[in-house]
């Protein structure tokens, strides 16, 4: 059966995941991206070849129009959003434009589309739409037995910033346009997923990258993990040695989140597609995390156990209103799907490790140099 797909946003860390899995399963991938004067397409330089890239606008309804009735896709997946918390407090307005209105634009798209019943579409919610909220143990269920807090598919949203707010309007777009038009629009309410493909403004990938930055300075200057430092609360020093390597700085370290790889997670998203009614899903581990936890699987991939002494807590990457609490309930997905994760938490901490401390050694000197250099200084 013929299978073709749009993926609006598929240059980030989602998109170049979901297009993998669909050229695997035989669609005709088409991919819009915004013009740069800069290339940004990292993520999917691997399979350029086999797909269709071109150039849209999703805050732009004329140009998503042209896009869709032109491709005529079987399914629509939109990725394309301004999804950092941090820079939609200090960015509202084109967070709005690109991460609610956008949607706006595509719904109304499909519903003036003459192939409107034959199109599926995905929009890519978020569980920081949940905000502060989350449901009490008041069910049997896949991890009622472990925590008695949680958030599903009837916890209310109650948003705590200008993106979880722009990501709760479309929510409630689709399934507005899904009741009133018969639009097949379902949303997957992901919760945290990261990769080695993750943004470098994110936590997670923030820490990762500085570990193999880390990992590679301590390479170089010929010391193992177990090395005396010294502290002035900003840099590391090496006992013996004048270099220094600046501190990870970090906000709150105690905030809890479902984190998960998003390969698993876009298998959920074109599972939603192959269903034939549309429904919103609950998409996560089932298991809650700190900021804490993941520095301690991170550092622990590259043998360091403790770790206090390189993080300095910085108030300025606190958010003007924080979520502490985040833990989803999946069991609406793994039942009526069957969908499950298949990367956890420790193993996805160190592929992301792994592969950033992998990309720093091809900055460091040569393996001459590097031993030229450990014999000086023994």
């Not at 491709?71 to 407090?89: C, D, M, R």
């Not at 916890?155 to 899904?178: D, E, W």
């Not at 220094?244 to 876009?266: Q, S, T």
């Not at 009614?277 to 936890?293: F, L, N």
Request: net charge neutral; hydrophobic share 35%.
């Amino acid at each position: 059966m013929y299978k073709k797909a749009i993926i609006f946003g598929i240059t980030g860390q989602d998109g170049s995941y979901l297009a993998e899995l669909l050229l695997d399963k035989g669609y005709k991938v088409v991919g819009v991206t915004r013009r740069s004067s800069t290339p940004n397409t990292q993520n999917i330089n691997h399979i350029l070849q086999k797909i269709n890239l071109i150039e849209g606008d999703i805050t732009d309804p004329f140009s998503v129009n042209t896009i869709i009735n032109l491709e005529k896709p079987t399914e629509i997946y939109n990725l394309a959003a301004q999804s950092h918390v941090g820079t939609s407090f200090n960015q509202p307005n084109y967070t709005w434009d690109v991460t609610a209105g956008g949607v706006l634009n595509i719904l109304e798209a499909l519903r003036f589309s003459p192939r409107k019943d034959h199109i599926k579409f995905y929009q890519a919610s978020s569980s920081e739409m949940f905000g502060k909220n989350f449901s009490t143990k008041t069910k049997k269920g896949f991890i009622s037995d472990q925590y008695s807090k949680y958030q599903d598919e009837n916890t209310p949203f109650v948003p705590q910033s200008p993106y979880a707010i722009a990501k709760l309007a479309a929510h409630h777009l689709v399934r507005n346009y899904r009741d009133s038009y018969g639009i097949h629009g379902s949303c997957g309410i992901l919760f945290n997923h990261e990769s080695e493909r993750r943004g470098e403004k994110f936590v997670t990938r923030k820490i990762t990258k500085w570990i193999g930055r880390f990992s590679n300075w301590l390479t170089y200057m010929c010391v193992g993990s177990d090395m005396t430092t010294a502290s002035d609360g900003d840099t590391i020093h090496v006992s013996g040695h004048q270099e220094f390597f600046p501190k990870l700085r970090l906000g709150n370290l105690d905030a809890k989140r479902d984190w998960g790889h998003a390969e698993d997670y876009v298998n959920a998203m074109w599972l939603m597609l192959q269903q034939d009614k549309p429904d919103d899903y609950v998409v996560a581990m089932g298991e809650t995390h700190s900021v804490r936890e993941f520095l301690d699987a991170a550092f622990d991939a590259v043998g360091i156990s403790d770790w206090e002494d390189f993080v300095v807590v910085d108030p300025e990457f606190y958010r003007p209103s924080e979520v502490d609490y985040l833990l989803g309930d999946p069991q609406k997905a793994m039942l009526n799907l069957g969908w499950a994760p298949k990367v956890s938490f420790k193993e996805l901490a160190q592929r992301m490790v792994y592969n950033d401390v992998q990309k720093a050694r091809l900055r460091r000197p040569s393996l001459q140099t590097v031993s030229q250099c450990c014999s000086q200084k023994r």
